[in-house]
T-cell receptor
């Protein structure tokens, strides 16, 4: 079975600070990895995904994530956060092959202080 | 990205009534859709996988007679909460799977439906 753990449940940063949210997964095979974002009062939106190729993935709004296979990690980063990045961030994984379900992490609530 | 809509966005009903929630993929065909519940301060909980033209697959602990799922077409899945009770009050979210030729599977989420049962 696959699982996802997000270590930081609540992060508070000042504007312009750098962000790194941790995500580790467990799965025995090849995976597709995702970060979703949920802004206050809005629905889940895809921030970025890793399917194959370059392990450094760039997403929308200046976010990026690096897939490190040896560490089973897919950490999300942004060099300089803005107040508008205040949201909840979910890491997710799908095992590749066949039709498999997405497994989500518990989410990290990011609060950016102006 | 692909767009998934849900209707209604919120509903209030009396205990004992049934409520139907629709999930549509607007610009792509989805052979598979998923239904989730989201509790306050918790992650999404998968309830069931809805496959077009066949019966839904329910997760352990989810009553299939309580939460009826129908995937009538490649762009529409419905969730009916039958004989709703206050404990069914929750935020229900659907997602639709898009399978790209060279990009693997991606799930796109609807905006959710807030159900309040009085």
């Amino acid at each position: 079975a696959q699982s996802v753990s997000q270590h930081n449940h609540h992060v508070i940063l000042s504007e312009a600070a750098s962000l790194e949210l941790g995500c580790n997964y467990s799965y025995g095979g090849t995976v597709n990895l995702f970060w979703y974002v949920q802004y206050p009062g809005q629905h889940l939106q895809l921030l970025l995904k890793y399917f194959s190729g370059d392990p450094l993935v760039k997403g929308i709004k200046g976010f990026e994530a690096e897939f490190i296979k040896s560490k089973f990690s897919f950490n999300l980063r942004k060099p300089s956060v803005q107040w508008s990045d205040t949201a909840e961030y979910f890491c997710a994984v799908i095992g590749s092959g066949g039709y498999q379900k997405v497994t989500f992490g518990i989410g990290t609530k990011l609060q950016v202080i102006p | 990205g692909a767009v998934v809509s849900q209707h209604p966005s919120w509903v209030i009903c009396k205990s004992g009534t049934s409520v139907k929630i629709e999930c549509r993929s607007l610009d792509f065909q989805a052979t598979t859709m998923f239904w989730y519940r989201q509790f306050p301060k918790q992650s999404l909980m998968l309830m069931a996988t809805s496959n077009e033209g066949s019966k839904a697959t329910y997760e352990q602990g989810v009553e299939k007679d309580k939460f009826l799922i129908n995937h009538a077409s490649l762009t529409l899945s419905t969730l009916t909460v039958t004989s709703a009770h206050p404990e069914d009050s929750s935020f229900y979210i659907c997602s639709a799977r898009f399978r790209g030729q060279n990009t693997g599977d991606t799930q796109y989420f609807g905006p959710g439906t807030r159900l309040t049962v009085l």
